[in-house]
């Protein structure tokens, strides 16, 4: 009895291809400084998840409350919980899914005319950080595990990232601070809330919280350092938070 032969039981099996692999996202744990989780956590709007919502659009906070100053044992700070009755604008844009880009501005002086509230950079966003020498923040004792790790890229500093569930969000990355002193702080930075719609079904933030920690000076010195002693300047380690009763309504400062 003859048997019968497949014309393809011969040929190599068809080996599906690997997926590409997804950018890594550094782990908050291991990316932000523990005190700064911590103080977020402990008041219980730290929001963690693999599913945050869309936050892409422009939000004003009419003004905001510097509602926490937490210090390291060495500070000298002199800031103290405060009202600022300026206006803050917030621009998320370009989210996917872990990643996105954030800008901040605050208008100073004439209407329509406003200052970068953090780095002035040369593209529409500032939420850029370090594009070289990032050995001055990861060679720092002070910089989180991640830094220390094989696990970092410089490329990492140039995105923020977006975690949580449902409507709730967490946004953490670091940015340089531009400031009339010229030091240049690198602070760790994360951002808090809830997506909601008003009346009019515009998307709004509630229950916004920021939170920095600063970390290094970047543009350091003797007389950065005399200020930071006398207590103008925040000293590495302090952590700053705000929070905005009121919900973000869409506003942008490109109107």
Not at 155 to 184: K, N, P, Q
Not at 191 to 196: E, H
Request: proline fraction near 9%; aromatic fraction near 12%; hydrophobic fraction near 30%.
């Amino acid at each position: 009895m003859s048997s019968c032969k497949k014309d393809n039981d011969n040929e190599t099996p068809i080996i599906p291809d690997e997926p590409s692999p997804a950018y890594s996202i550094p782990p908050i744990d291991e990316y932000i400084p523990q005190r700064l989780i911590h103080l977020f956590d402990s008041i219980g709007v730290l929001h963690r998840g693999n599913q945050p919502p869309s936050i892409i659009g422009n939000f004003m906070a009419e003004s905001i409350n510097m509602l926490i100053i937490n210090k390291v044992q060495e500070s000298n700070y002199l800031g103290a919980p405060a009202s600022i009755p300026n206006p803050f604008y917030y621009e998320f844009k370009e989210q996917e899914t872990n990643t996105l880009h954030v800008s901040f501005k605050t208008p100073k002086g004439t209407p329509g005319q406003y200052d970068y509230f953090l780095e002035k950079s040369d593209t529409d966003s500032t939420y850029l950080r370090f594009k070289e020498n990032t050995e001055l923040f990861t060679d720092n004792p002070i910089a989180p595990p991640y830094f220390k790790s094989s696990k970092f890229k410089a490329e990492d500093f140039r995105h923020a990232y977006i975690m949580g569930s449902g409507d709730y969000f967490t946004v953490y990355f670091y940015e340089i601070r531009d400031i009339s002193s010229g030091a240049l702080p690198l602070n760790a930075i994360l951002i808090s809330g809830k997506m909601a719609t008003d009346a009019e079904g515009d998307p709004v933030i509630e229950d916004f919280w920021y939170g920095t920690e600063n970390m290094t000076y970047t543009n350091g010195g003797p007389n950065i350092n005399q200020i930071i002693q006398l207590g103008f300047l925040p000293h590495p380690g302090d952590i700053i938070v705000f929070n905005n009763t009121n919900s973000l309504t869409p506003g942008s400062y490109n109107k």
